[in-house]
Structures are given as structure tokens and as C-alpha cells.
């Protein structure tokens, strides 16, 4: 079937979007930080599918990253198919609550490595075309969310990346999807947020793991653009996009400052 890159592909989303991919019988090659979570993953891939592993530790907020992972690559002739960015940061922590360098450090994995890694992937992309793009946004990318200001700008500007590289890469052949979810617990501390941001409704608009990583690949080699794993999560996206974006930032900020109260105000 082919190579798929999945950056973030340790754990999390990314991990289960190459479980979905290796079901499908694609070999895979992760990219992530930490070694022996990438090694972890890769003897979990290769104790469930029949495929091939790859993993490079490499640190996205680097300049050099992108340029390591081409390399590797072509050291390897890995025939690249699919182009995966699942590897994000995000938090309670965001504008006038995170330095500088941590504002920086966002912006540089959530936008700016999946535009550098469409970019230089792109020969091999279209050498082996017909080839995907999946980008993982977030449904935070449909309205501001005042006090996830930098967050919410970045999947907002990977969304619009990906729809415009969608008519850009059409001729082609190469498709290009942008996954956004809604809370997914990948982890107990964005289940807390999540429940203390929205309550029960967050609770309910959550999605496993392993769903998003599964619609996630059956819609992206559908050839779908925008991919919200389930129902509540689909509505309420489809709410935020038609409301006036001033209106749903003000919703927004009124629930994030009750969220805060209720977290400096214990029961
Ligand atoms: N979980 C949610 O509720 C949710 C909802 C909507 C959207 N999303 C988006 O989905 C994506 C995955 O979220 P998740 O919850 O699955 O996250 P996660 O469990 O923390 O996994 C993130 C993955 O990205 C890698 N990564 C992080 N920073 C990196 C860096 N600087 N260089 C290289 N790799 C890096 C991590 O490995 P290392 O740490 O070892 O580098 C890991 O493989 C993110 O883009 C997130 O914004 C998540």
C-alpha cells in the first residue's frame, strides 16, 4: 500500500490513526520526541498488523526537523503516501498565561511544521500519487476562544491551510483533509478541563481515541475535506461556523470565566 508518515504518531489521535492505517495495510513510519514511547508504538503496530515500522525521534519546534525527516526518508526510500500531522500543543495554559517562548513553541508545531512538511514532502507525494494529506486541526478552529487565543488561531490557520492546499493539490491527485475533533481524552487532564469548561456536554461530545483515528482514515481516503468524528461534536461545529464569530467568542469567554471561577471556588 505504501508508506504513511504519521508526525505525532506516538500516542494519542496520531497513535490510533496509525492503528487504522496499519489495518488497512500501510507500513508506517512515526515521528515523535520521546524514544521509547515511539519504540512502544511500534511494537504495539507490530504485534497487531503485518506492516513494517519506522520511528525517528526528532523535536518538531526545531528548525532542522522537517529536513531530518525528508533525509530519513530518502535514506530509507519510504515511498510516501500519506502525510499525517497529528502532533499538537494546546492547554489550559495560552496567551497572557504562557511566556513567549511557549506561545512560540505552539505556533511552531501546530502551524508551522505541517506547512513545512507539506511543502517538502510534496515531490514525494506526487511521485506516488494518488496521495493524502491529513492535518489535525481541532473544533477550536471555528471560533476564537478567548483565553485559548493562540490555540484556537492556530487550528483556525491549519483549517484554511489545508482548504486552500486542497484546490491547490487537486490536479495532482493528491487529497487533503483536516481532521477537527471535539474533546477527545487522550490523557485525565484534558477529560478535567474539558468536564470543568462545558460539564456534561463535554462529557458527551467526547469521542475515543480509536474512533478518531478510524473515521479519521476511512473519510480521509474518502476524500473528505473538514472530519468531525461524532454527532454532538458535528452539531455543534455546524452551530459555531454559522454563528457571527463575535457572537460565539463572547459564549466562549463567558464559559471559560465560569470555568475559572468554578476552579478557584472548590464545592
Ligand atoms: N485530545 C483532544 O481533546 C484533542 C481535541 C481536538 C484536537 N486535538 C489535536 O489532536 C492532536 C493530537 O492530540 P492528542 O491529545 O492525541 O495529543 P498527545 O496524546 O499529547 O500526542 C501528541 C503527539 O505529538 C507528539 N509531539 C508533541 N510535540 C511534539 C514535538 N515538539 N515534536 C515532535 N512530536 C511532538 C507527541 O510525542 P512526544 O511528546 O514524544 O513528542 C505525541 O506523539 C493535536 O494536534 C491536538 O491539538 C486534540
New binding site residues.
Partial sequence: MGWALI?????????YIAEALAKRGYDILL????PE??SAAKTSLQDKFRIQVEILS????QDE?VSEIVNFCNDKALEIKILCH?????GARDFLSLPLEGLR?MVR??IE?AMALSLSLLPTLEKNAPAYILN?????AFAPIPGKNI?SAT?AGLLFFSYSLRYQLAEKNISVSCL????????PA?KDE?IKQMGWIGNKMSVT?QTVGEIAVRDMLKGKMIIIPGKLASMISFLLRILPTGFAARILFKSGKQAKHEILTPA
Wanted: charge should be positive; hydrophobic fraction near 35%.
Fill in positions: 508526525a505525532g504518531g506516538s500516542k494519542g489521535i496520531g497513535y515521528v515523535a520526541r520521546n514511547e515511539l526528532c523535536n518538531l519546534y526537523a497529528a502532533a499538537g500543543l494546546g513553541n508545531v501546530n511544521s489535525v486541526g481541532s473544533m477550536a490555540y487550528k477537527c475533533p471535539g474533546p477527545v481524552f487522550t490523557k484534558i474539558t481515541p
